[in-house]
């Protein structure tokens, strides 16, 4: 029982790398989400996908990208770091009409 | 514009004795309410829920408690236990006229300390 599964689950990067954070979960969910959590935040969100083949911007999408690879994987893309970026990322999935999340257990990410 | 707010960052309890928790919110389309809980390294997992329709809901020692005139959520537990401590978020959704997609606007947590 996966679930949720995130990748890597800490990353140091420097100002101006890319990376792709992954996610893949194995519950046949149908919608799937990016969020950040910051102190004094919470959890905001970055990009979702409300089915396979379909990608839309959420709360603060600027400077990430997504692909919704498969109705199991949905990664985002960090092409140019910034300090800015640091935080913590969470990819989180649901089936259609329940409307609770599972979450997976998080990236750490710092960019220096 | 933060239309989910928890204002309390902390809250600090004594083991046995009542937890609550607030939660205020101010975009009137919301219909949906969840809380969340979340210990140090680990992704939020779904604790309880409540519809607009409902004013209460209620699971074992938590209950969850909606004041739709107030824009008002609060969580209740009772009795307060040690394994209890951790961040809880509330969130909401607004599900009217499907298109929400399942987006939940999340506050900004409360850190819960229960002492033994």
């Known amino acids: 029982n996966a679930g949720v599964t995130q990748t890597p689950k800490f990353q140091v990067l420097k100002t101006g790398q890319s990376m792709t954070l992954q996610c893949a979960q194995d519950?046949?969910?149908?919608?799937m989400y990016w969020y950040r959590q910051d102190p004094g935040m919470g959890l905001r969100l970055i990009y979702y996908?409300?089915?396979?083949?379909?990608?839309d911007k959420g709360e603060v999408p600027n400077g990430y990208n997504v692909s919704r690879l498969n109705k199991r994987e949905f990664s985002l893309r960090l092409e140019s770091a910034a300090p800015s970026q640091t935080s913590v990322y969470f990819c989180?999935?649901?089936?259609?009409?329940?409307?609770?999340?599972?979450f997976g257990s998080g990236t750490r990410l710092t960019v220096v | 514009d933060q239309q989910v707010k928890q204002n309390s960052p902390s809250l600090s309890v004594q083991e046995g004795r009542i937890s609550i928790l607030n939660c205020d919110y101010t975009?009137?389309?919301?219909?949906?309410f969840l809380w969340y809980k979340k210990y140090p390294a680990e992704g939020p997992t779904f604790l309880i829920s409540?519809?607009?329709?409902?004013d209460k809901n209620e699971d074992g020692r938590f209950t969850v408690f909606l004041n739709k005139s107030a824009k008002h959520l609060s969580l209740h537990i009772v009795p307060s236990q040690p394994g209890d401590s951790a961040v809880y978020f509330c969130?909401?959704?607004?599900?009217?006229?499907?298109?929400?997609?399942?987006?939940?606007?999340f506050g900004q947590g409360t850190i819960l300390t229960v002492h033994p």
């Open positions: 519950m046949n969910h149908n919608s």
């Open positions: 975009n009137s389309m919301f219909d949906y």
């Open positions: 969130a909401a959704s607004a599900v009217a006229g499907g298109t929400s997609y399942g987006k939940l606007t």
């Open positions: 409540i519809s607009s329709i409902k």
């Open positions: 996908s409300a089915s396979e083949g379909t990608t």
């Open positions: 989180a999935s649901r089936v259609t009409g329940i409307h609770g999340y599972t």
